[in-house]
């Protein structure tokens, strides 16, 4: 298994082709190139560099394959209202787990995932919350993710025209 190591600004590339490479997972087609792009690679360019950010990246690298990455993964931490099982109300979601096709079954998205856990728990998040593809699932579950019993639903805003 590799390590996994915190994402630098020098991953931005790649962070992004990954995400691209976990999308055509999910949609069976690659995403059309877009507006989606600059604005993760702005995020990402702003946010990595700043220890005390709320964002954080965990890769690991493509071995024998300089500046490529095998996996990575990224998560946030958020500001909600306290409650009883949390009273901080600060609690992490994870997102772009992804391992590239060529690496696949070695470890990577695990060791990926289990430095963002840690580094959550370092923060005092104590709820971390994933969406789960079938072929993630068993993973996040040895990793100690439960289903929720609740229902998962978005809100789009309506269209302006002109955005």
């Known amino acids: ?23 055509a997972a999910l949609d069976g087609v690659p995403p059309a190139p877009g507006a989606w792009q ?8 702003n946010l990595l560099p700043d220890p005390e950010a709320e964002l954080a ?14 996996a990575c ?3 946030v931490i958020d500001l ?14 994870v997102f772009n787990v992804v391992t590239d096709a060529a690496y696949r079954r070695r470890g990577y998205s695990r060791a990926c995932l289990t430095a963002l856990l840690d580094w959550f728990a370092a923060r005092g998040v104590r709820t971390v919350d994933l969406k789960a593809s079938g072929d993630g699932a068993a993973l996040y579950q040895e990793l100690g993710f439960r289903p929720t019993s609740t229902v998962a639903m978005r809100w789009i805003a309506p269209s302006t025209g002109g955005n």
């Open 1 to 23: 298994m590799g390590d996994a190591r915190r994402a630098t600004v020098d991953d931005v590339s790649e962070l992004l082709r990954l995400r691209a490479v976990m999308f």
């Open 38 to 45: 600059h604005t993760m690679l702005r995020t990402l360019r």
């Open 57 to 70: 990246a965990y890769v690991v690298d493509a071995p024998g394959r300089p500046g490529t990455l095998a």
């Open 73 to 75: 993964v990224v998560g």
């Open 80 to 93: 909600r209202l306290g409650g009883p099982a949390d009273p901080t109300g600060r609690s992490g979601y």
